[in-house]
């Protein structure tokens, strides 16, 4: 089938990709001349698995970049708009930039047309996108909308998209419905994952995935109410991490002793510094200010968030318990994206985390493996970046560990010990054990479990001499 994507961010470059993998012949339309001519000269602008080997794959071929809006609209049976909705000031989505698409499709419908929503956005979008098409010139018989909401997580949003846990397609006619079924075909029938050059299956995946057909409203919700109850999950077990830290308890036998129950499950229960990124945080006050406009009240909401910004104030206040002060204290920092695997930074934990520490007097030396030049243009000066986990915790006070990158994980912990003028790692992402760490010297703090340290050598008595085999 021929598809148009409108828009080549995070999501209209993945699905564009992921849809000529499929076998589609895509044209994946923007109007920013820079990135559409890097784009064709085959350079990949985010960091993403698989993605490159997609690009490459299919450019040229399968898959197109164009500025050219109505030509794409034309030669499509289905456009999806994947364009930004950025949280206004008042926390609601804006949704300029969709309904600027929707007037440019309208001009260009020569037959029948699935217009689909891709970007994330508040129930009755669909309607809003229906009238101003209708309102601009095209016949009523001529085109549908459609809701096919993303669930792509970042650092694996190729393998989420052709390994999805499920597929959502909300259409309120047979025949937009069909179009889609058709688009999604080789992954509902299973037919994709027997080809030799398929990208490699992931852990858990369902094969094939469900198919759910719902109305243009409910998928609408879906979206939102997912995300939302995914942010309940990390801010309800950085609750309990906090508590745990109260009384003495490990959060991670209270996540396994919790996880295990397959009415909650294990994903989603991992204390931290709090979620970040593009979606979360502009998700749940989207969402907040459409319960509002219907009039009801989602106070849940709001304490989830309330928690996910405490969470960075008690990581600050931990960082200080370890140095007392920190005015003129060198800290090592690891991540500064959001987390694992992205270049992403938008709404970074770490990010923000950073620029507190500078106003506290902090010097910072930081390190990550892909969002150095992404985090340059959001930090001042004042820090330093690395090129390597150890080169950050060089005649450091302390190291703080920020993002959950598998490197971070297995590092040399004697070299590391080496490395820092002190031995002291804060880390916010709970990637080590605090008994392993200790033995090997370090002063360890981390989120939902107690600090360790290295036991005190005894004190040389009479009774008890300093040399082990001492005569007495």
């Known amino acids: 089938m021929q598809v148009a994507v409108v828009g080549s961010g995070y999501v209209g470059l993945v699905a564009g990709a992921c849809l000529a993998d499929l076998g589609h012949d895509v044209v994946v339309v923007d109007n920013d001349q ?41 030669a499509s049976s289905a456009i999806f708009v994947a364009v930004g909705t950025p949280p206004t000031e008042q926390g609601e989505a804006d949704l300029s930039y969709v309904e600027s698409v929707a007037r440019g499709i309208a001009g260009a419908i020569d037959g029948y047309k699935v217009v689909v929503e891709k970007s994330t956005v ?110 309940m999950k990390i801010s309800f077990i950085n609750a309990v991490a906090s508590i745990c830290e109260s009384v003495g308890a490990n959060v991670q036998q209270v996540c396994q002793g919790i996880g295990t129950d397959s009415r909650i499950g294990q994903r989603f229960l991992n204390p931290g510094i709090g979620y970040g990124g593009s979606c979360f945080p502009k998700d749940l006050m989207a969402f907040r200010a459409v319960a509002r406009e219907c009039g009801y009240d989602f106070r849940l909401l709001d304490e989830v968030m309330r928690i996910n910004e405490d969470q960075r104030q008690r990581f600050i206040r931990k960082v200080r318990s370890a140095l007392w002060t920190l005015r003129g204290k060198k800290l090592g920092v690891l991540g500064l994206a959001f987390k694992g695997g992205t270049d992403d930074i938008r ?35 004042g820090i330093t970046f690395a090129e390597s986990a150890y080169e950050a915790a060089h ?35 709970n990637l080590y054990d605090p008994d392993v760490m200790a033995a090997h010297g370090f002063t360890y703090y981390s989120v939902g479990r107690p600090a360790s340290s290295p036991e005190p050598q005894p004190v040389p008595t009479p009774e008890r001499p300093a040399r082990k085999n001492a005569k007495l």
């Open 122 to 231: 508040p129930v009755y979008t669909c309607d809003w996108v229906r009238r101003i098409i209708q309102r601009n010139g095209a016949e009523t018989d001529g085109f549908d909308v459609a809701s096919n909401p993303e669930f792509l997580r970042e650092g694996t949003a190729v393998t989420d998209f052709l390994y999805p846990d499920r597929i959502v397609i909300g259409a309120d006619t047979d025949r937009c419905a069909r179009v889609l079924r058709e688009i999604y075909a080789p992954l509902a029938d299973g037919s994709y994952y027997d080809r030799p050059d398929a990208i490699p299956r992931p852990d858990r995946a369902m094969i094939p995935p469900p198919l759910i057909v719902t109305s243009a409203k409910s998928a609408e919700l879906i979206k939102h109410a997912s995300n939302a109850f995914l942010a």
């Open 395 to 429: 005649d450091a006070d302390a190291l703080l560990i920020l993002t959950e990158w598998e490197e971070f994980a297995v590092l040399d912990l004697k070299r590391l010990r080496e490395e820092l003028k002190y031995p002291i790692i804060i880390d916010g992402r």
């Open 34 to 74: 820079a990135k559409l001519a890097a784009l064709n000269r085959g350079e990949v602008p985010i960091h993403e698995n698989f993605l490159p080997e997609l690009l490459h794959r299919h450019r040229g071929t399968r898959l197109k970049f164009s500025d050219d809006l109505e030509s794409a609209v034309r």
């Open 347 to 381: 709404e970074s934990p770490a990010i923000l985390l950073i620029q507190s520490l500078q106003q506290e007097g902090c010097q910072i030396s930081a390190y990550d493996p892909a969002a150095h030049d992404r985090a340059r243009e959001a930090l001042n000066s």
